[in-house]
């Protein structure tokens, strides 16, 4: 019962939060929404690469950008 209402309660949260976020930016959401995702991707593959680094893993090709 109490994680139902734990679930439906971060459900009502989230719905909310997006609610305002389309009201707020309006159009421009889409290009915030993009920008989130691209620094989110590029600091992921950053983490990643360190990772590999550290267990010893050889790049094999060039990086030609970043």
Known sequence: ???GLMLLLAGL???GFAALFFKYLGSDAFGVLTLVVLIG???DNRR???RLREMGAKPEGK???L
């Open 1 to 3: 019962m109490k994680d």
């Open 13 to 15: 949260f989230c719905a």
């Open 41 to 43: 991707t590029l600091a």
């Open 48 to 50: 990643l690469r360190r």
């Open 63 to 65: 990086r030609t950008w």
